[in-house]
């Protein structure tokens, strides 16, 4: 599952990236100077990072395939709508073992989906301070990833998917265990030295 997941966003990380310095470096160019990928190595990463969450979030499946010899794109749609406005509803059903949608959860069911949806939100607690300098205070990390977070689960509703308040909680803590993360490694001094030179 989760080398599945990584190879799925893989594809939409690169063609961002691609995409990106490709831009930055004809931007650059027109103004006389230099990219220096050291520079752009975070905006990069969080850029990639962003994309590939969306990707798997409310982006649709893409299909690419070639048919008589000509190229076909298929889009496919998730069609499991659901929605649950009930705080912590979703996550007692988790730890209880069922849930309406997938009926009695399995361990991996549940596993991916309480410590999914913290995990994918973990790198954004830690890019976000360190691209976002003045936006670096507890609050604007919070309120920033809160919001990218409704974002998400308002979407999903219009694109067919489950839309639950507990995945945007379980979202915010994922944020607040990136920010503790950001916090220990820049008082280790391990992103202090290296932001300080290209940002």
């Given amino acids: 599952?989760?080398?599945?997941?990584?190879?799925s966003t893989l594809s939409y990380a690169v063609v961002f990236s691609c995409i990106?310095?490709?831009?930055?470096?004809?931007?650059?160019?027109?103004?006389?100077?230099r990219f220096v990928i050291k520079s752009e190595l975070p905006y990069i990463i969080?850029?990639?990072?962003?994309?590939?969450?969306?990707?798997?979030?409310?982006?649709?499946?893409?299909n690419v395939f070639f048919i008589n010899g000509k190229l076909s794109i298929e889009i496919s749609t998730y069609n499991s709508r659901s929605l649950n406005l009930i705080p912590f509803k979703t996550i007692l059903d988790y730890l209880n073992g069922s849930n309406d949608f997938y009926g009695n959860a399995n361990?991996?069911?549940?596993?991916?989906?309480l410590a999914g949806n913290i995990c994918l939100f973990i790198p954004f607690g830690i890019l976000f301070p360190i691209v976002f300098k003045k936006?670096?205070?507890?609050?604007?990390?919070m309120l920033f990833g809160l919001a990218l977070s409704v974002f998400i689960e308002c979407m999903q509703f219009f694109v067919e998917r489950s839309t639950d308040i507990d995945d945007v909680i379980l979202?915010?803590?994922?944020v607040f265990c990136g920010y503790i993360c950001y916090k220990y490694l820049n008082k280790l001094h391990c992103l202090t030295s290296y932001t300080d030179n290209i940002l």
């Fill in 107 to 113: 361990i991996v069911v549940r596993i991916v989906n």
């Fill in 171 to 174: 979202n915010c803590i994922g």
């Fill in 135 to 141: 936006f670096s205070k507890f609050c604007h990390i």
């Fill in 1 to 7: 599952m989760i080398a599945s997941y990584i190879s």
């Fill in 46 to 62: 969080f850029g990639a990072y962003i994309v590939a969450l969306l990707s798997q979030t409310i982006i649709h499946i893409w």
């Fill in 20 to 33: 990106y310095i490709i831009a930055k470096i004809i931007y650059l160019k027109c103004n006389n100077k």
